[in-house]
Nanobody, 124 residues
Framework: QVLLAESGGGLVQPGDSLTLTCAGS????????IGWFRQAPGRKREFVAL????????IYSESVKGRFAISRDNGQNTVSLQMNTLNPEDTAVYYC?????????????????WGQGTQVTVSS
């Protein structure tokens, strides 16, 4: 079983950048497909990005494509989400999630393990 911990959230202004980190403990994150999701107040948790189990495939939601980038650092046992050109609509609690199976699920049910989340607020 892997434990996940997100970090890097905060309050930023529109147009700023922020990098979120998902740190794994207990097992190597290289054994898992990793997804980032977010949940704004009053809304359902939604898919943001994923990186495949071997790291060869990345997929993004349409709302963040071209602005966000997901990557692995197997040496540090982390997965990062680089977020650029942030806007107020990106305000949410961001979660990382892990699953041992192959595939490219964008659904919350497609992930076994979840972190506690980190708050990102974009406001002027």
């Amino acid at each position: 079983q892997v434990l996940l911990a997100e970090s890097g959230g905060g309050l930023v202004q529109p147009g700023d950048s922020l990098t979120l980190t998902c740190a794994g403990s207990g097992r190597a994150l290289s054994n898992y497909r990793i997804g980032w999701f977010r949940q704004a107040p009053g809304r359902k948790r939604e898919f943001v990005a994923l990186i495949s189990l071997k790291g060869g495939t990345t997929i993004y939601s349409e709302s963040v494509k071209g602005r966000f980038a997901i990557s692995r650092d197997n040496g540090q046992n982390t997965v990062s989400l680089q977020m650029n050109t942030l806007n107020p609509e990106d305000t949410a609690v961001y979660y990382c999630a892990a699953d041992e199976t192959y595939g490219f699920s964008r659904e919350t049910l497609g992930y076994q393990f979840w972190g506690q989340g980190t708050q990102v607020t974009v406001s002027s």
